[in-house]
């Protein structure tokens, strides 16, 4: 499954990143890098927990657009 992940710069030295469709899985990092890999790491382990659950992991129901406006 390919799930939407919204990464932001949340300030100087942090970045953070978060799943819409998968409500709670979060990271935060202090590189793009780093909060890249890591929002990886939080889907499996959020996927898998909700598997041990009994859950079915949600169908990706979202995406993003970048849109070019002129400054």
Same mark, same amino acid.
């Given at each position: ?6 990464? @932001? ?7 953070? &990143? ?5 409500? +709670?899985?979060?990271?935060? !990092? *202090?590189?793009? @890098? ?7 790491? &939080? ?5 898998? +927990?909700?598997?041990?659950? !009994? *859950? ?16």
């Amino acid at each position: 499954m390919q799930y939407t992940v919204i990464i @932001e710069k949340e300030a100087p030295t942090d970045w953070g &990143a978060y799943v819409p469709d998968l409500p +709670g899985c979060v990271a935060v !990092g *202090e590189t793009r @890098e780093e909060v890249e890999r890591l929002i990886r790491e &939080a889907i499996a382990l959020h996927v898998r +927990g909700m598997r041990e659950d !009994g *859950e079915s992991p949600p169908a990706p129901s979202s995406g993003a657009i970048v849109v070019e406006v002129a400054a």
